[in-house]
T-cell receptor, first 113, second 109 residues
Framework: EAQVTQNPRYLITVTGKKLTVTCSQNMNHEYMSWYRQDPGLGLRQIYY???????DKGDVPEGYKVSRKEKRNFPLILESPSPNQTSLYFC????????????FGSGTQLSVL | GQNIDQPTEMTATEGAIVQINCTYQ??????LFWYQQHAGEAPTFLSY????GLEEKGRFSSFLSRSKGYSYLLLKELQMKDSASYLCARDNYGQNFVFGPGTRLSVLP
């Protein structure tokens, strides 16, 4: 089944403790991206990647890192999480990143205490 | 700018027609998407407009006017399951997507 797999679904952590949210797609998509969703603000792009080893900042990249060593995986890394990073996170992918719909993962609800 | 505006909330009655508007401030983009998102779930694709005009898909239609800087999503024969948030998003030639804040639609019996 074609899908974007995101883990974990829920995560509670404490300030400063490094964490990684994984994202994997099995559709051979070149384009992958990360969003955070907060009430009243909608989906805001954190980072995106047009292909392996190519990553670019979105609108809200501060406090986040990403890597794209393989086409299928695009992990989101929070080196030192802070409470203002408490949010709902979505990973998404598409073949080329334009003219095509995005396929979304099921989301990760992160709480930083 | 990159701002996209949508009404925060709308309410409509089962069986009715509702129009959800999306306005934006820049003309340089490839196309405009509409997604549906039920509470606690991931967004799912509804429609994509590249050219000006109306795109019809069953009960859902989407319209784009680049010159006037707006799009709308039209939902006909509303059903209870249409209660969800509706997000418009601008496709900036694959560099990034910019989403609007979303419109929460409540369908009442």
């Amino acid at each position: 089944e074609a899908q974007v797999t995101q883990n974990p679904r829920y995560l509670i952590t404490v300030t400063g403790k490094k964490l990684t949210v994984t994202c994997s797609q099995n559709m051979n998509h070149e384009y992958m991206s990360w969003y955070r969703q907060d009430p009243g603000l909608g989906l805001r792009q954190i980072y995106y990647s047009m292909n392996v080893e190519v990553t670019d900042k979105g609108d809200v990249p501060e406090g986040y890192k990403v890597s794209r060593k393989e086409k299928r995986n695009f992990p989101l890394i929070l080196e030192s999480p802070s409470p203002n990073q408490t949010s709902l996170y979505f990973c998404a992918s598409s073949f080329t990143g334009t003219n095509e719909k995005l396929f979304f993962g099921s989301g990760t609800q992160l709480s930083v205490l | 700018g990159q701002n996209i505006d949508q009404p925060t909330e709308m309410t409509a009655t089962e069986g009715a027609i509702v129009q959800i508007n999306c306005t934006y401030q820049t003309s340089g983009f490839n196309g405009l998407f509409w997604y549906q998102q039920h509470a606690g779930e991931a967004p799912t694709f509804l429609s994509y407009n590249v050219l000006d005009g109306l795109e019809e898909k069953g009960r859902f239609s989407s319209f784009l006017s680049r010159s006037k800087g707006y799009s709308y999503l039209l939902l006909k024969e509303l059903q209870m399951k249409d209660s969800a948030s509706y997000l418009c998003a601008r496709d900036n030639y694959g560099q990034n997507f910019v989403f609007g804040p979303g419109t929460r639609l409540s369908v009442l019996p």
